[in-house]
């Protein structure tokens, strides 16, 4: 069965900081993989997402993300922390199987400092 | 375009009563799910319809029941409420295939 890691459920970095959430995933075959941002008392909002191709995925608001097979990661990425990017980021693997369904971790609280 | 709408936004039950949350989209796709967000443990799936007329369990499917009462719309029942069924619900939809799923403002319920 799949299964997804977020490591850290919370991550505080400085205004400016690179940020990097990490997720790992566990299948025998890559599944496509998606960055999801709930920012307070509203749904999930799709940052990015890898289904083939070019392994570096660039997102909305300068984030992006990289596909690792060798390391079944799919780590998210941001240069610089801007205040608003404080939100809880999901993970999420899609099996191949037909269904497409989704498969969460359990999320990262992202902080950002002053 | 609404997108995905539920209602009601916010509900309080008492143990052993029922209710519907109700689920639409406009945006004309095939897949819908419903989702619980407890604190710590992400999004579960509860159930899900790949196309109309479809539905399937999920991973916590226990407690509740659906009905896919056309294209557009996708409620979610529970029969008798307990207080393990507070939670926040996301009702979620998407085109056929490995696409981003587009969801719902979410159902804040209170189970007492």
């Known amino acids: 069965a799949q299964s997804v890691t977020q490591l850290g459920s919370h991550v505080s970095v400085s205004e400016g900081a690179l940020v990097l959430l990490r997720c790992n995933y566990s299948s025998s075959v890559p599944p496509y993989l998606f960055w999801y941002v709930q920012y307070p008392n509203q749904g999930l909002q799709l940052l990015l997402k890898?289904?083939?191709?070019?392994?570096l995925v660039k997102g909305i608001n300068g984030f992006e993300a990289e596909f690792k097979k060798s390391e079944t990661s799919f780590h998210l990425t941001k240069p610089s922390a801007h205040m608003s990017d404080a939100a809880e980021y999901f993970c999420a693997v899609s099996d191949k199987g037909g269904t497409y369904k989704y498969i969460f971790g359990t999320g990262t609280r992202l902080k950002v400092l002053a | 375009n609404a997108g995905v709408t539920q209602t009601p936004k916010f509900q309080v039950l008492k143990t052993g009563q029922s209710m519907t949350l109700q689920c639409a989209q406009d945006?004309?796709?095939?897949?819908m799910y419903w989702y619980r967000q407890d604190p710590g443990m992400g999004l579960r799936l509860i159930y899900y319809?790949?196309?109309?007329?479809?539905?399937d369990k999920g991973e916590v499917p226990n407690g509740y029941n659906v009905s896919r009462l056309n294209k557009r719309e996708f409620s979610l029942r529970l029969e008798s409420a307990a207080p393990s069924q507070t939670s926040v619900y996301f009702c979620?939809?998407?085109?056929?295939?490995?696409?981003?799923?587009?969801f719902g403002p979410g159902t804040r319920l209170t189970v007492l």
């Open positions: 319809s790949a196309s109309e007329g479809t539905t």
């Open positions: 979620a939809s998407s085109d056929r295939g490995p696409n981003e799923q587009f």
């Open positions: 945006m004309n796709h095939n897949s």
């Open positions: 890898y289904t083939t191709g070019a392994t």
